[in-house]
């Protein structure tokens, strides 16, 4: 088993944490969940975060084999496609994205040519498929419940990059009240994180502080079966879902949802242009 390092990088517009990991003896690497700055006021986006991300592969001698998605996400969007024209990274994402892909196409009444069959993506990934990486062994955890498409990628069997699936403990964990989502289905994919040894590494996507500490993104398998506020031992299915399902109500779309959804399905990559040369994006109204 190889020695990995981990290289945490933060969006605080978003609260998102993406992550270089690398195998020490060989230098291959992967990114997980890279941000593509997007300013929702101008319309504009830059790759400032990306850059960070890039200088760091490029200052240690990198070599860059695979982006991958935990999900597609709604509160960023992916920066896949920066990572795949410089390095020539490959980019990877759970194989229900076609479900996913498949509803939003009808939300945002995409253009006919869009087919939702997850070919945006180079590979699609099924729960318990292997993937190496030097001499780094990742094996992919179907969670699905906050969206239908969600991974977990868990690197040498001790540390695991669960994506939205979980937040620190005294967080909790994420909402499911966004198309084809679940909260039962995502008690169950919790329950197979948490079965997971309790030394475990758990790196989550987001962090929304409590009063009194900054952001932060690693915790354990035990830590979380100890402590977290929805889903620590001992709170029960029907509990959890009623406890997320109220909390949901409560909750307003993601600030992004709408530009990030209609761009993360296609890989990071924007619609086609027009017979101008312009991209634009669908703004539904009333339909989420």
Partial sequence: MSDIHVQAFLDKDSETFSYVVTDL???????????????????????????????????????????????????????????????????????????????????????????????????????????????????????????????AYLMNDETAFVGDTLFMPDVGTSRCDFPGGSASTLFQSISKLLALPEETKIYVCHDYPTKGREHEYLTTVGEQREHNIHVHDGVTEAQFVEKREARDATLAMPRLILPSIQVNIRAGHMPPADEQGKVYLKLPINML
């Fill in 25 to 151: 003896a060989s230098k291959h690497a992967v990114v997980i969940d890279p941000v593509l700055d997007f300013d929702y006021k101008s319309g504009r986006t830059s790759t400032q975060s990306a850059e960070l991300m890039l200088a760091y592969i490029q200052q240690n001698e990198l070599i860059l084999d695979w982006v991958l998605e935990t999900h597609a996400h709604a509160d960023h969007l992916s920066a896949a496609p920066f990572f795949k024209e410089h390095l020539g990274a490959k980019v990877g994402i759970g194989a229900h994205i076609k479900q996913v892909q498949t509803i939003f196409k009808e939300v945002f009444n995409l253009e006919k040519e869009f087919l939702p069959n997850g070919a945006q993506f180079d590979r699609l990934f099924h729960d318990g498929e292997v993937l190496h990486v030097g001499a780094m062994s990742i094996r992919v955890i179907h969670t699905p419940g906050h969206t239908p498409a969600d991974l």
